[in-house]
């Protein structure tokens, strides 16, 4: 077994050390980056999107409840084995009440979309004792569109913002000929006073490993932590301090 190097203990704090200056500088590249993330421009969802979920067909602003911004995990319905994938459970799993409460706190809901029959997406959320809502996008194009559903026979096929073509390219099938394949996301919205309703990020592949907090699903939002450090400025009328107890 490849275990780390047995050191006195000045040695490991003068490494440990040297390491936080690498990890510092991490966090500063990582702020810059969130703040270039919530100055990204967004695009008007125009298209009338339907779901199917616990009380019956909605819409995309229904998925809000309320909230100013919303973030959909789209979860892999893999219709052979009548079950959501093993990775999205996992991930699923590990959601709790408490970072639901905070990110609700920070007027942003969070919800599944699956392209599954409901009654199979309703049975599999019971199995698992979840209870972030779940909605099934079955009879809308919203898989296809945020490019979580693969299926050249509907529409171009485009994955993590490349084509299927770069995907072959570099070596990976992604999906077959004749064939449908689901994949993993994350995409945020934001919506205005009018009812209107803007995407403002998605984020897929890789770009979902690291997210298990509010903080880290709030900094994928156009309107981010909404405390007063963050730039750019004067996105939220009232921000707030870093609060991490997210009281209000």
Not at 27 to 53: E, H
Not at 101 to 114: C, K, P, Q, S
Not at 225 to 239: F, H, I, L, S, T
């Amino acid at each position: 077994m490849n275990l780390p190097q047995v050191v006195s203990r000045d040695e490991w704090l003068a490494a440990r050390k040297e390491l936080l200056t690498r990890e510092k500088e991490l966090t500063r590249a990582r702020d810059a980056l969130n703040a270039d993330r919530r100055r990204l421009p967004m695009v008007l969802v125009d298209k009338p999107y339907r779901f199917q979920g616990p009380n019956g067909e909605v819409g995309l602003l229904d998925l809000f409840d309320g909230s100013r911004q919303l973030i959909v995990q789209h979860t892999m319905w893999l219709a052979d084995d009548h079950r959501i994938c093993p990775g999205c459970t996992a991930g699923v799993d590990e959601l709790s009440d408490g970072i639901i409460e905070h990110l609700r706190a920070r007027d942003t809901n969070f919800v599944l979309v699956a392209r599954g029959p409901l009654p199979d997406l309703q049975r599999y959320h019971a199995e698992r004792g979840w209870t972030v809502p779940m909605y099934s996008s079955l009879d809308s194009d919203f898989n296809y569109d945020f490019h979580v559903t693969l299926d050249p026979a509907v529409a171009p096929v485009e994955y993590n913002y490349r084509s299927l073509e770069e995907w072959r390219a570099a070596g990976s099938i992604l999906v077959a000929d004749g064939e449908s394949a689901e994949q993993p996301g994350f995409s945020c919205f934001l919506r205005d006073d009018d009812g209107q309703i803007f995407h403002t990020y998605s984020t897929y592949a890789r770009g979902t490993d690291n997210l298990g907090s509010a903080y880290d699903f709030l900094d994928l939002t156009a309107l981010g932590r909404q405390e007063d450090w963050e730039e750019p400025k004067g996105r939220v009328g009232n921000a707030w301090g870093a609060i991490p107890t997210f009281a209000n």
